[in-house]
C-alpha cells in the first residue's frame, strides 16, 4: 500500500464527498428542490436554510445537491457509454484490420473532425430549452467516444503481433474471446484512467453549454445552477452563497477528477513495473 | 586488479530482502577473461552491476567492498565502489544483458558512437578525426563500414551485438564486463563475436569478465572461472583444470548437461530449481540437488577451500576444511565411448 | 497410404523492404522444397543462422503467414490459401506450435492453465469439465509436470524450462500428428535444454508425434532429429538424414555450423567470416554464401548453385559437387 500516491487518496476524497453529496440529495431533499418560489426569497443563511434561499425562491443548498447529483450522473453515464463504445471499435479495427479497420477509422476520423460546439448549439436551439438531460448525455457521448477509440486501436494493434495471441489462436479461442480475455486486460488500467477523464469532459462540456443557456433549463445542473445566477444579475446583487457554490463545485469536482485520474495512473504505472 | 571482497549484494522488494549474492570473494586479475557461469538467477548479473559501480535502488551492498586498482600517472591507486563510475569508459565497460534492445532506435549509430564519448578526452579529438578513427576501428574488427550510417533496426542481433562489443571496447579499456554477450544469438555469429572478444584481449592485454550460462562458451575463451550457485561462488579455477577435474558436483552436472554433435549417449538436463533467494536455507544451497548431499549439508554452509593451487571448492564433501586431504577421485561422467 | 505427411513444394516467401522510392525485394524463403513421408513419426530439423528464413518457413506451415509462390500440403490439406473456420479448426487439430520465448507464450495476466483448458475444449472437442480436466492431466503428466504444480499459476511464477513444458503440454492435448517448434530452447539455460529436447524424443517414440524442429543450435539437432535440412538466406542448402549431414557435411555452410558449436573439447581454430548486412546478402545474383565460402570460385558468384542429390540421399545446394560446371539438377555419388 506504500505505492499510493497522496495524490490518488486526495483525489478521492474530494471525489467521495462530492459523491456523498449526490447520494443524499434524493431521500432528504424536499419534494422537488428545483421548483420555484416554494420558499420566501433571498432570505440569508439560517438553520432552516443552510445556504439560504435565492432569488427563485429555492433553497440553496438542496439546489446544490441536486445540481451535483445530475452532473455526476451526466458525467457517469457519458464517460461509461463513450468508453465503452469506444473501446469495443477500437478492439474491434486494431483486430480485425483490412475493409473493418478502414471503414471503423473512417467513422473515428470523421467524429473528430466535426466540430461538436456548433452542432451542440444547433441541436440545443431545435429543441429549445426543453430538451432533457438524457438527449445531451447522447449527444456528448457521440461526440466523445472516438477518442478512447482512437488509442483503444492503437493499443490493439501493438498487442496483436504478441506470441500469446498466437498461441490463443493455436488454442481455438474465437476472435471475441481473444479481444475481451487476451486484449483488453491489458488496457483496463489505462481504460480506467480515460473513464475518468472522461467524466470531467463531460460535465465540462454539460456545464459550458448550459452557462450559455443551451442545456436543459428545467433540469439542475452545476451548470444550470450558474445560468440562473447570472441571468438574475446575482453578481451584481452580491448574493455571493448563489452564485459562488457551484463554481467552486465545478472548479473542485474538476481537480479532485483529475488528481484520481493522473494519481491512478501513477499507481498503475508502478504495479505494473513490479510485475 | 579488482578486489571482490565478501561482497553481499540484495535487493529490496515488497515480498522482502533477495540476497541476488552472498559473501562473494573473489579477485580479478589484469591480462585474463575471467567467466562467471550459472543458472539465470544465480547473482552473476547483479555482481556485475557491483563491480560496474552501478549500484541503484532497490539494489545495495548490504556487506563486503569492491575495489579497483588503477595506474594513473605512473601510481597505483585503488578506486572503492562508489567511486568507479568516475571510470566509466576508460578503465572499466559493461556490456550490459540483452544489450541488443539498449541502442536508441531512431539514431544513426555513428551518431550514438558520438555521443557516448562525451565525458572522455577522446571527444577533445573533433567529430571527423573521430568519426575516421571509428570506422578504422570497426574494420578492425570486420563490421562492414556501412554500419555506421544505419539505424539499429536495419542490422541484424548479432551485428548489433558486434557493434555494442565495438563501442565498449573503443577507448581501450582495462576491464570490460560483458553480461551473457551471445545469448540468443545463432551459433556462427556467436563464434565470431567470442573470437572477436579474444583476439582484442590478445591484442589488448586488458581484461574481460564474461558471464555465461553456457559452459561451452566458457570452455571457448576463458582462462579462469567462477562457478555460481543461488549467489554464492561454489568453485574457482583455471579454465582447462575445471573441465578436467570438476570438483564441485554442480559443476559436473552443468559440464554433462550439454549435448555433443557425434555423441550418441543419453544426457539430461538439471533437474529441481535453486532455493528461494528471498529465504535461502542455512546449509549447503545445492544441497536439495545434489547427488553427494548428506544430512551435515543441509547444516553447514562450505566455505571455499584451497584443493590445489588456483583451484577453490565449496563443497564439504570434496573439500572438507579440516583435513588437508588429498582431492577426492573425481566424477568424470557417464561412461563416455 | 503412403505418401507424403508434410510436403512443402516450391514455397517462397518474398518481402518488399526499404522506403516509398527504392524498395528492394527480399526472398526471405527462395522455392524450398521440403518434405516428411508418412508412417513413422519423424524429428525433422531445421537448421540455420537467424536471417536464414527458417522462422518465416515455420510460420508459413503454421498458417500464420501466407506464401508468396507454392504450397504447403499437409496429410492432403493445403494451408496455402485462406482457410474458413471448420478447416482452421481440422488443421489446428492436426498441427501445433511450440514458440521461441516461453515467457511471452502466455498472457501475463491469466493462469497459464486457460490456455490449456481453451485447447481442450475448442480443439480436442471436451464436452465437460471433466473431459477436459482430464486431458490437461494427462498432457501435464506425458511432459514431466503435475496439474497442483501448474494449474492456478501465472507465467512468472514458473521457470522457463517449465513454462516452455507447459506450452508442449498444450500443444499435445488434441494428439496432434505434427509439431512445429521454433527455437524451443534457446531462451532456456543451456544446463536445462535436454530436459525439453529428451521430451520431443518422447513424443517421437511414444505419441508418435512428427516434429518440425527449428534451431540454430546443432548439437541438440544432432541429439534429436531423424532429418536434417540446413538453411542459409532463404535457401535449403543441404537436407537428408541427420547422422549422414552431421557427420559428413558435404555444404561449406553445414561445415561452418558445425565447427562454431561451442563444444567442450575442442578450440575453435579457424577465422570466420560473419555475415554481411541482411539487405547486402539477399541481393547476391549467385551462392549466397560465396561471400564466405572458403571454396568459392567465380562461377559461384555469378549463376545460382544446382540442387545435387546425393548417393546417400541427401540435397545439396552446391557448385563444389559438380565440379564447379554450370548443371541442372544432378545426382552424384559422394
Not at chain 2, 253 to 268: C, E, F, K, Y
Not at chain 3, 282 to 301: H, L, Q, S, T, W
Not at chain 3, 309 to 319: I, K, S
Request: charged share 20%; net charge neutral; proline share 5%.
Amino acid at each position: 500500500m506504500h505505492l499510493v500516491k497522496p495524490r490518488l487518496v486526495v483525489g478521492l476524497v474530494i471525489v467521495g464527498i462530492f459523491v456523498f453529496l449526490g447520494i443524499i440529495a434524493p431521500p432528504f431533499a424536499p419534494e422537488n428542490p428545483t421548483a420555484w418560489n416554494t420558499y420566501f426569497r433571498n432570505m440569508p443563511p439560517s438553520t432552516l436554510h443552510i445556504m439560504g434561499t435565492n432569488n427563485l425562491g429555492q433553497d440553496i443548498f438542496w439546489v446544490l445537491t441536486w445540481s451535483i447529483r445530475n452532473s455526476l450522473w451526466i458525467g457517469l453515464s457519458v464517460a461509461a457509454f463513450a468508453t465503452i463504445i469506444g473501446v469495443l471499435v477500437g478492439l474491434l479495427a486494431g483486430f480485425l484490420g483490412g475493409a473493418a479497420d478502414r471503414a471503423l477509422t473512417l467513422c473515428m476520423d470523421v467524429v473528430i473532425a466535426v466540430p461538436s460546439l456548433p452542432i451542440l448549439i444547433l441541436i440545443s436551439a431545435l429543441l429549445g430549452g426543453n430538451s432533457s438531460l438524457a438527449i445531451i448525455a447522447v449527444v456528448l457521448v457521440f461526440f466523445n467516444w472516438p477518442w478512447p477509440g482512437r488509442q483503444a486501436r492503437a493499443m490493439t494493434l501493438s498487442l496483436r503481433e504478441r506470441e500469446f495471441i498466437n498461441v490463443a489462436h493455436a488454442s481455438g479461442e474465437n476472435i471475441g474471446k481473444i479481444l475481451i480475455l487476451e486484449i483488453l486486460p491489458f488496457m483496463l488500467g489505462w481504460a480506467l484512467a480515460n473513464f475518468i477523464n472522461t467524466i470531467l469532459v463531460a460535465i465540462a462540456a454539460e456545464s459550458g453549454l448550459a452557462i450559455i443557456g443551451l442545456s436543459s433549463l428545467k433540469e439542475a445542473t452545476l451548470g444550470t445552477m450558474i445560468y440562473w445566477a447570472m441571468q438574475h444579475q446575482a453578481l451584481l446583487l452580491e448574493q455571493w452563497l448563489w452564485i459562488l457554490p457551484p463554481i467552486f463545485a465545478i472548479m473542485l469536482l474538476f481537480i479532485g477528477l483529475f488528481l484520481v485520474s493522473t494519481g491512478w495512473s501513477d499507481y498503475f504505472a508502478t504495479r505494473r513495473g513490479r510485475q | 586488479m579488482i578486489r571482490i571482497k565478501n561482497v553481499s549484494a540484495y535487493y529490496k522488494t515488497v515480498q522482502g530482502t533477495v540476497k541476488a549474492t552472498e559473501d562473494v570473494s573473489f579477485e580479478i586479475f589484469d591480462n585474463e577473461i575471467v567467466g562467471i557461469a550459472g543458472e539465470s538467477g544465480c547473482g552473476k548479473t547483479t555482481l556485475m552491476k557491483a563491480i560496474y559501480g552501478n549500484v541503484e535502488s532497490p539494489m545495495y551492498i548490504a556487506n563486503g567492498s569492491i575495489e579497483l586498482e588503477v595506474e594513473e600517472f605512473g601510481e597505483k591507486k585503488i578506486i572503492p565502489n562508489q567511486e568507479i563510475h568516475r571510470y566509466w569508459w576508460d578503465h572499466i565497460s559493461y556490456i550490459p544483458q540483452a544489450s541488443m534492445s539498449v541502442l536508441n532506435p531512431v539514431v544513426r549509430i555513428k551518431d550514438q558512437f558520438l555521443d557516448s564519448y562525451l565525458r572522455s578526452e577522446v571527444r577533445a579529438l573533433g567529430k571527423q578525426a573521430l568519426l575516421a578513427r571509428m570506422a578504422a576501428y570497426l574494420q578492425e574488427l570486420e563490421l562492414p563500414p556501412e554500419v555506421l550510417n544505419a539505424y539499429p533496426h536495419q542490422l541484424s542481433g548479432g551485428m548489433r551485438q558486434r557493434v555494442i562489443v565495438a563501442l565498449a571496447t573503443f577507448v581501450h579499456p582495462k576491464f570490460v564486463l560483458a553480461d551473457e554477450p551471445t545469448t540468443a544469438l545463432d551459433v556462427v555469429v556467436q563464434r565470431g563475436i567470442l573470437t572477436m572478444l579474444m583476439n582484442l584481449q590478445k591484442q589488448l592485454q586488458n581484461t574481460f569478465v564474461i558471464v555465461s550460462h553456457d559452459m561451452g562458451v566458457h570452455y571457448q575463451i576463458t582462462n579462469r572461472m567462477v562457478i555460481m550457485y543461488a549467489g554464492r561462488v561454489v568453485e574457482i579455477a583455471n579454465t582447462d583444470v575445471l573441465f578436467d577435474r570438476p570438483q564441485h558436483p554442480y559443476t559436473e552436472m552443468l559440464i554433462n548437461a550439454l549435448p555433443r554433435v557425434g555423441d550418441d549417449h543419453q544426457r539430461s538436463g538439471i533437474g529441481g530449481r535453486p532455493p528461494s533467494l528471498l529465504n535461502p536455507p542455512a546449509g549447503c544451497r545445492f544441497a536439495d540437488r545434489c547427488y553427494l548431499a548428506d544430512a551435515g549439508c543441509t547444516q553447514v554452509q562450505p566455505e571455499l577451500v584451497e584443493v590445489e593451487p588456483g583451484h577453490f571448492v565449496a563443497c564439504l564433501k570434496r573439500a572438507p576444511e579440516t583435513a588437508a586431504s588429498a582431492p577426492q577421485s573425481t566424477w568424470r561422467g557417464t561412461a563416455s565411448a | 497410404m503412403n505418401g507424403k505427411f508434410l510436403e512443402i513444394r516450391n514455397v517462397s516467401k518474398i518481402y518488399r523492404i526499404g522506403g516509398l522510392f527504392r524498395p528492394t525485394k527480399i526472398a526471405a524463403v527462395d522455392h524450398v522444397n521440403l518434405s516428411l513421408d508418412q508412417g513413422k513419426a519423424q524429428v525433422l530439423s531445421l537448421v540455420g543462422e537467424s536471417g536464414s528464413g527458417k522462422t518465416t518457413l515455420a510460420r508459413m506451415v503454421l498458417h500464420l503467414v501466407q506464401p508468396t509462390e507454392g504450397e504447403i500440403i499437409i496429410e492432403g490439406m493445403s494451408t496455402g490459401r485462406r482457410l474458413n473456420r471448420s478447416q482452421m479448426k481440422t488443421f489446428r487439430r492436426r498441427a501445433q506450435p511450440i514458440f521461441q520465448n516461453p515467457f511471452e507464450s502466455f498472457s501475463s495476466r491469466k493462469t497459464v492453465d486457460t490456455y490449456l483448458f481453451e485447447t481442450a475444449r475448442n480443439i480436442l472437442g471436451a464436452k465437460t469439465k471433466a473431459e477436459a480436466h482430464r486431458a490437461v492431466d494427462e498432457a501435464l503428466v506425458s511432459v514431466g509436470l503435475s496439474a497442483e504444480r501448474v494449474i492456478g499459476r501465472y507465467p512468472n511464477q514458473f521457470s522457463g524450462g517449465e513454462l516452455q513444458r507447459v506450452s508442449v503440454a498444450r500443444a499435445m492435448i488434441p494428439h496432434p500428428e505434427l509439431l512445429v517448434a521454433d527455437e524451443p530452447v534457446s531462451m532456456i539455460d543451456a544446463s536445462m535444454r535436454m530436459n525439453v529436447v529428451n521430451l520431443f524424443k518422447t513424443l517421437r517414440d511414444e505419441f508418435k508425434v512428427n516434429i518440425l524442429y527449428i534451431t540454430h543450435d546443432l548439437s541438440t539437432a544432432y541429439y534429436v532429429s531423424d532429418r536434417i535440412a540446413i538453411m542459409y538466406r532463404g535457401n535449403i542448402v543441404e537436407s537428408g538424414p541427420s547422422t549422414a549431414v552431421l557427420k559428413q557435411p558435404a555444404h561449406p555452410y553445414t561445415e561452418l555450423l558445425l565447427d562454431s558449436v561451442a563444444k567442450i573439447g575442442e578450440k575453435w581454430h579457424d577465422v570466420v567470416r560473419l555475415p554481411d548486412m541482411e539487405s547486402k546478402e539477399y541481393g547476391y545474383v549467385g551462392c549466397k554464401f560465396a561471400e564466405r565460402c572458403p571454396y568459392v570460385r567465380d562461377i559461384c558468384r555469378k549463376m545460382k548453385p544446382p540442387m545435387v542429390t546425393t548417393e546417400d540421399a541427401r540435397e545439396v545446394l552446391c557448385f563444389k559437387l559438380v565440379n564447379y560446371e554450370n548443371v541442372e539438377e544432378q545426382k552424384v555419388a559422394t
